[in-house]
């Protein structure tokens, strides 16, 4: 992930790591030679992915852990399980989601902890477990949080965060990923970014993920240049410090301008520490 750190002596945690982009991502990261710790929900899915993994790769340095985004308690499960469970930890790839619809529902859904689904899975959950493993992060810097964002933005309504009205799939994950990309660009310009850098992207566009099938999508971009993009920038030694950019595919770009206010940011975090409330850390 450095040029400081081969890619043996690397501990990626990847969120989602059971399906789609995020087992790509896994796969590649272990075929490279990284300690890779295996996000997911299910235990038999989660299971086969592993034995997948170490099948494909012949790695023996995967590592499973279960947690259900839709819970907070079992975020706050899941970084205390990979604290105990490594030493060091200088990747976190916050990828897991639901999309704007199937496989999931297209009404509006609620998370166990009562808000809103698709702000509480793919949002909040990172937020927290970011949260959480950002000291262990720091003491093994220089370390990398990446944040798998979209192209597809909604601006924060701060007034109805939770979409109460006016309730859309494609609004409300369209809001969860713009909060994602918030949430790096605050990290970056905080005391952590000196140890800890923090990037967020589209990693493409429609590829063949359920996400996509399921909701009668067409592919338009291959996994293989969605994984590309997330490993570069979680391991490329050519990104060493770069901190607080959007990236669409391999290149940078730009996001919804809510992202580069201040104020919105602040709102937001004030917003995430209130929903997470007193167990932050």
């Known amino acids: 992930m450095n040029s400081r750190r081969p890619i043996e002596a690397t501990t990626a945690l990847v969120t989602g790591a059971t399906d789609g982009l995020g087992r790509s991502v896994a796969i590649a990261l272990a075929g490279r030679g990284a300690n890779v710790l295996v996000h997911g929900r299910d235990a038999d ?3 086969e992915v592993v034995a997948e993994i170490r099948k494909r790769t012949g790695s023996d340095r995967v590592e499973l852990h279960l947690a259900d985004f839709a819970s907070l308690d079992e975020v706050r499960g899941l970084a205390e399980a990979v604290e105990a469970s490594v030493k060091e930890l200088h990747v976190l790839i916050n ?17 166990l902890d009562g ?3 698709r702000f509480a899975v ?36 701060f007034d ?14 369209s809001q969860s990923k713009l909060a994602q990309i918030m949430q790096a660009i605050d990290l970056a ?4 970014a000196a140890e800890v850098t923090a990037n967020s992207l589209h990693p493409a566009t429609f590829m063949p993920t359920k996400i996509v099938l399921e ?6 971009d291959s996994l293989e240049l969605g994984t590309r993009a997330v490993v570069r920038l979680a391991v490329d ?13 391999l290149e940078e770009g730009a996001a919804h301008p809510q992202a580069y206010d201040p104020r919105a940011r602040a709102e937001l975090r004030r917003l995430s520490e209130e929903l997470v409330g007193p167990r932050l850390s």
């Open 215 to 220: 909701e009668g999508g067409k592919p338009l």
């Open 115 to 117: 808000h809103e689904l």
């Open 189 to 192: 310009e905080s005391p952590a």
């Open 237 to 249: 030694p050519e990104l060493d410090g770069v901190n607080g950019r959007f990236f669409d595919r």
């Open 122 to 157: 793919n949002y909040l959950a990172g937020f927290l477990l970011t949260e959480r493993l950002l000291p262990l992060l720091r003491r093994s810097a220089p370390a990398r949080i990446v944040n798998v964002a979209s192209l597809g933005q909604h601006p924060i309504d």
């Open 95 to 111: 990828n897991a989601g639901i999309g704007t619809g199937l496989p999931d529902s297209r009404e509006r859904q609620e998370s």
């Open 45 to 47: 899915r989660a299971e």
């Open 160 to 173: 109805d965060p939770m979409i109460t009205r006016g309730y859309s799939g494609v609004r409300a994950y």
